[in-house]
């Protein structure tokens, strides 16, 4: 996740992060994630990465030690990995002998003695170090956050979703890169805590410094992040419905205590309703785990990242918890193949806030939250372009959806469980996110998803094509208008959409007392109104569509806050 900006006010708790006066620019390569991977990345399957982190606060600076297992799938004359330049590369070799290699734009490639076979192992090791790219606005700018807890200590954070994981290790920086597994040693200063990824397997102190081992599966290649702070934690066990335990833990920051123990009485709540209305917790056999830090949130795996501040909100639960939460199912579970999907972690993942109220509380609180989520749609970009996107294309509003992949996406879910049904729906859902229908701890995996995978498993389940669905949806940027006539007796409608695509979407209309379905055959459909019958279009507000006087809010909002800007201070 890169938190939403538009649906709430949001701010960024804790100390601002300090920017390194010398802070390079970032390359083109190092600046996006995603972009295409070589032949010789495509080859590469990253079995292990043994990861060693020194970081030092008080000089904002990084040693890492990184020892990469490698599987080939096929021939290679050379490896290919990503690093920031920001790290000065001290040694690169492979199966324990120097390598040549270069890293002129933050893709370095290493030159091997004799090409690799396919099936062959090889051992790369890289040490480096330098002081990493600093966050401007993490987690929006990401990088790392150097920062001061309320009390004094360093407090660090790293969240580099939209940059990738080449700021903080050397890696295969896209989706499709993540290792099987993954051991992190954090040495950060005493009496400091590292909390990580994964399951803590000990801490080791000596002359003044603290290491700590965390060890975890098939983790996102973004979600490895370092949280470093005066941290205590609160731990519970979760006895789950699946006759599993489930470790809860929550690092806060001292003299947060009180606090942290009202949001950790919301663990247990929340993993009612993923486990009942969606399926397993993914990883319970490491931890739900979630840490205080000094930006807003982001989904790393097993150690999701809060910076709410504890706010209160009139829903009642925190928005920012549920939400991260949820992409440990659409994110770090399921993953997108490419970015260019990014709208199964979003919108789904945004779907969740208000699926979670209609779980809690029932269906006025739902459609509540959906219709401020409808308020901020920017309608500029297409969801899926059908093309390889990297994250930077699709969250930057000024050249992709932005938002979008959030709001509408979820919106567009809610159209679609309304038109397949909820027994459908809930099991496409199901089978997208563990490959099964029928989920048990231990008889799944993490797995890679793309848009087409979700339409043919909708069109399975239902046993029909719902391609127009997603072409009007997802490859539309404009939604469909639902445009209705009174001639006489009759109430003619017809679906307008970008393109004139097809799109015989039934809607139900309410005609007097009664609400009547009209299927719309062909995009359109007729009702019949006696002389002086009222009606209203889409009475339950089921389909997601055009709504000009949303528009004219739209529009009028943003005059007013122009206005409201070019005033002069009093």
């Not at 790290?87 to 324990?96: E, L």
């Not at 470093?228 to 809860?248: D, H, Q």
């Not at 008889?443 to 072409?471: C, H, Q, V």
């Not at 889409?538 to 005059?559: G, I, T």
Request: glycine residues 8%; hydrophobic residues 40%; aromatic residues 10%.
């Amino acid at each position: 996740m890169r938190p939403f900006r538009s649906l709430l006010v949001l701010a960024l708790a804790g100390a601002a992060s300090m920017a390194h006066a010398q802070q390079p620019e970032l390359t083109a390569t190092t600046q996006a994630t995603g972009l295409p991977r070589t032949p010789e990345q495509r080859a590469t399957t990253l079995e292990l990465a043994d990861l060693a982190f020194k970081v030092d606060p008080a000089r904002q600076s990084l040693e890492g030690d990184a020892t990469l297992h490698l599987r080939l799938s096929a021939p290679v004359s050379q490896l290919v990995l990503d690093l920031d330049r920001n790290y000065a590369v001290r040694q690169v070799s492979v199966d324990g002998k120097p390598a040549r290699w270069q890293n002129p734009e933050g893709r370095m490639t290493i030159a091997l003695d004799t090409p690799l076979p396919a099936g062959r192992q090889a051992v790369v090791r890289i040490r480096y170090a330098g002081h990493p790219h600093v966050a401007e606005k993490a987690p929006w700018n990401g990088g790392i956050v150097w920062a001061k807890a309320p009390t004094g200590e360093p407090w660090v954070a790293t969240a580099v979703q939209g940059e990738g994981c080449d700021l903080l290790w050397p890696c295969i920086d896209h989706p499709m890169g993540k290792p099987l597994q993954v051991i992190q040693h954090i040495t950060v200063p005493a009496p400091l805590v590292a909390a990580s990824n994964g399951v803590e397997t000990g801490m080791s102190e000596h002359d003044g410094w603290r290491t700590y081992n965390w060890r975890a599966k098939l983790p996102d290649t973004y979600a490895i992040a370092l949280n470093i702070g005066p941290y205590e934690v609160l731990k519970a066990e979760y006895k789950s419905r699946y006759g599993n335990t489930i470790p809860l833990r929550f690092w806060y920051l001292k003299g947060n205590k009180a606090k942290a123990e009202g949001l950790f009485a919301e663990f247990a709540p929340m993993l009612d309703f993923f486990e009942e209305v969606i399926g397993p917790y993914p990883f319970a056999d490491e931890k739900m785990g979630v840490v205080e830090t000094p930006h807003l949130g982001m989904e790393h795996q097993t150690i999701n990242a809060y910076g709410n501040d504890y706010k209160k909100a009139e829903t009642g639960y925190d928005w920012l918890l549920q939400h991260e939460f949820a992409h440990e199912w659409f994110g770090n579970q399921l993953t997108n193949v490419d970015w260019d999907d990014f709208w199964l972690h979003e919108g789904y993942g945004t779907y969740m806030q208000p699926l979670y109220l209609q779980w809690l509380r029932g269906d006025m609180e739902y459609m509540a939250a959906l219709m401020k989520m409808r308020t901020t749609l920017m309608l500029k970009h297409p969801i899926v372009t059908g093309h390889g996107m990297t994250e930077k294309d699709v969250s930057d509003a000024s050249r992709g959806p932005g938002n979008d992949v959030y709001y509408k996406g979820a919106l567009m879910l809610h159209t679609l469980r309304g038109l397949v049904g909820d027994a459908a729906f809930f099991k496409a859902t199901r089978e997208l996110v563990y490959g099964t229908d029928a989920p048990r701890p231990g008889n799944f995996k993490p797995r890679y998803a793309s848009t087409n995978d979700f339409i043919e498993l909708i069109n399975r389940e239902t046993g029909k094509d719902y391609g127009w669905f997603f072409d009007v949806y997802l490859r539309s940027v404009q939604l469909p208008d639902l445009l209705a006539h009174r001639n006489g007796d009759t109430l003619e409608l017809r679906w307008k959409t970008e393109g004139d695509k097809p799109f015989p979407m039934p809607v139900q209309v309410r005609v007097g007392q009664r609400v009547v379905e009209v299927p719309m055959v062909g995009g359109s459909g007729q009702v019949a109104l006696a002389a002086g019958e009222s009606f209203t279009l889409d009475p339950h507000s089921k389909v997601l569509r055009a709504l000009p006087w949303v528009v004219d809010y739209q529009r009028d909002a943003a005059e007013r806050a122009k206005a409201a800007a070019a005033r002069p201070a009093r």
